[in-house]
Structure formats: C-alpha cells, structure tokens
C-alpha cells in the first residue's frame, strides 16, 4: 500500500509540470499581453497627440512605440527571454513559492492571493459541511423510504433545485428576499455590515450570519441533490445483497440492519469523495461573487485572464491543480480507511 501511495506521489510531479507546460503555453500565446495592455495605457495616458509615442513608427509591428520603449517593457514584464526559458525560470521561483509580481495590482501573487482567501475559503469550508450533513442523513431517509410520498416529494424539491442555474436563484432570493421588490429580510452583498467594528462578538456572529445566508444558499444548493441521490442509490444497492438478507433472517432489528451493517459499505462513495475537500480553499464562482459583491477567487481569476495577469494565472493553475491532484490521492487513501479490503497493490 505504501509504494502505492509513493508512486501516486511522484506521477503528480510529472503531470503538474505537464498542466502548468500547457497552461503556460496558451496564456503567452494568446494576444493583448500585458505588454500590449501597457502599450494601450501609454497612448491613452499621451492623449492624441500621443507625445510618447513615435510617430516614425506608427501602424508598425510595435503599435506605434518606439523600439526602446518596447524594449524597457519587454525587460520589465520578462519578455525579453525566450518562452522555455522564462518556464524554466518561472519554475524554479516555484520551489520557493515565488510566483512572481501581479502585473495588476503590483505585489507578490501570493499575497494576492491569500487576501481572496476570506471569501472562498469561508464558503467553501461551511457549504462542504452543510452539503454532507444534509444530505447524507436526507438520503439515509429516503432509502428507507424508498417510493414513498416523502421520497417522492423531496425528489422533486431536489431536482428543482437542481435545475436552477445558481446565478439565476442569487437573482431570485435577491428580489424576492433583500428589498428588490418584496421584502428586505437579508442584505444585498458583502460579507458584513458597514458598523461591524463597532458590533459586539454575538451581534457581530448575527451579522456574519446574516450576510453568508443567501450566497450561502447559491452556494450549496447544487450538490445537495447530487450527493442526496448518490447516497440514497448506495444504500438501496448495499440493503439488496445477500450479507444484509442474512441480517435480516438473523432476526436483527431494521435500525441495525441499515446503520451498522449496510451503511458503513453504503458510504464508500460519499467519503472518497471528501478527498476534494481541498479545492474548498479556492471555491469561487464569478457570477454569485459579481452578484452578491464578493471579492473572491472567482472574481480574480476573471480580472487576471481579462488583464493577461500572467503571473497570477499560473499562481492559480499551479496552486488548484497541486490540490487537486493531492486530494486524488487522499480519496484512494479514504477509500482504504473506509474498505480495507481494497488492495491498490
């Protein structure tokens, strides 16, 4: 088990290297660079008649800067090294955790990056735990009482729910719930009120509370149905074997039957997948975050692939494609937890 797992661990060197090769790849080829978006700030900082600019050179291959210009921004941005060379640098800052300078907000990416944390982690963190301690009971229930009205009803709610774009409900619980044209029963966005300072420790909780409730909802509504469904079909797998009909003719009671014997085997799909848990610390989603004012990881992945940020880019790539290949890892490593008679070897 143990080669295994150091085996999983060193194809995932390969294969992030391999993603960030790619990545890195497309972003520097794609056009309006940040060289050229400096270029544009140039002009339009010159007004029209353009006094930085070289009029010998207008319409040429530089946009109309002259060659020393582009040449001190080609030096500044690191453009002035050829495309493996600037990897293979851009690499080795990596082993320290240096992803470079925002070329945006003019600062370490990585503490970019960290200053995002506050929203996408709080909610990713609270939507994962409310997710399963929902839905796993929710689907328990509606094992036991499969083809009853009670499963029949929540099915409907679920997908419903389910169906409804994310961003469409945040409209919704917005005009129906926080004053666009019935009542005002939660704020608009933001995480906390404007007098939070000034708030006691419970009246602050309250106001946290308050703010979280509705993005909370657009957040976690989407996986309730999913997870719902997947540990109802489970347990209903798990209770038409043999060993649970043994249970049965053994005269144990229905409680035990369910909880001790089939549930245990029945969560096996649900707990691999907490693996991903660690893709909770950059949860985003550009659109809930545009809606509800968030500054999140959502919102700055969009502004940095619309302002050629490149730096921050990759600092993203790199750092949810390293959890993501972990958390593949730690999900056959649950798996083993959960069912030892898994054998990787």
């Known amino acids: 088990m143990l080669k295994y797992f150091i085996r999983r661990m060193l194809i995932l060197i390969p294969t992030l290297v391999g993603v960030t090769i790619i990545v890195f790849a497309i972003i520097n080829m794609a056009p309006g660079g940040p060289i050229d978006q400096k270029i544009q700030q140039l002009r339009f900082g010159a007004g029209d008649g353009g006094n930085s600019v070289d009029a010998a050179s207008r319409g040429g291959e530089n946009h109309g800067v002259s060659d020393e210009v582009m040449a001190a921004l080609k030096k500044q941005y690191g453009f002035d090294k050829p495309l493996h060379e600037r990897y293979f640098l851009w690499l080795k800052n990596i082993v320290t955790l240096n992803f470079g300078e925002s070329f945006t907000y003019e ?5 970019v990056i960290v200053s995002k944390f506050p929203v996408s982690l709080q909610f990713g963190i609270i939507s994962l735990i409310l997710s399963y301690l929902i839905s796993i009971p929710l689907g328990i229930v509606k094992a036991i009482k499969n083809g009853s009205i009670f499963d029949v009803t929540t099915s409907i709610l679920l997908f419903v729910f389910y169906s409804i774009p994310s961003f469409m409900l945040a409209i919704l619980l917005i005009v129906f719930l926080a004053g666009g044209s019935f009542v005002e029963v939660f704020p608009v966005g933001g ?3 404007e007098m939070y300072d000034e708030l006691s420790g419970w009246e602050q909780f309250v106001d946290r509370v308050h703010h979280f409730t509705l993005p909370l909802i657009c ?9 719902t469904v997947l540990m ?16 049965r003719a053994k005269g144990l009671d229905e409680k035990v039957v369910y909880m ?44 940095s692939i619309l302002a050629r940020d490149y730096n921050v880019i990759m600092g993203l790539v790199f750092i949810q494609s390293f959890l ?7 999900s056959d490593f649950a798996y083993v937890l959960v069912d030892p008679r898994i054998d990787f070897t």
């Open 107 to 111: 600062e370490p990416v990585i503490d």
């Open 191 to 193: 995480l906390y009120s």
């Open 219 to 227: 957040y976690t509504i989407g996986s309730f149905t999913s997870l």
């Open 232 to 247: 109802k079909n489970s347990l209903i797998e798990e209770i038409k074997k043999d060993y649970i009909r043994t249970a």
């Open 260 to 303: 001790k014997h089939a549930l245990r085997n029945a969560l096996i799909p649900i707990v691999t997948g907490l693996g991903g848990f660690l893709t909770v610390f950059f949860a985003g989603s550009l659109l809930l975050e545009t809606i509800f004012q968030l500054d999140g990881i959502g919102l700055l992945s969009f502004k």
């Open 324 to 330: 993501f290949l972990i958390g593949n890892v730690l």
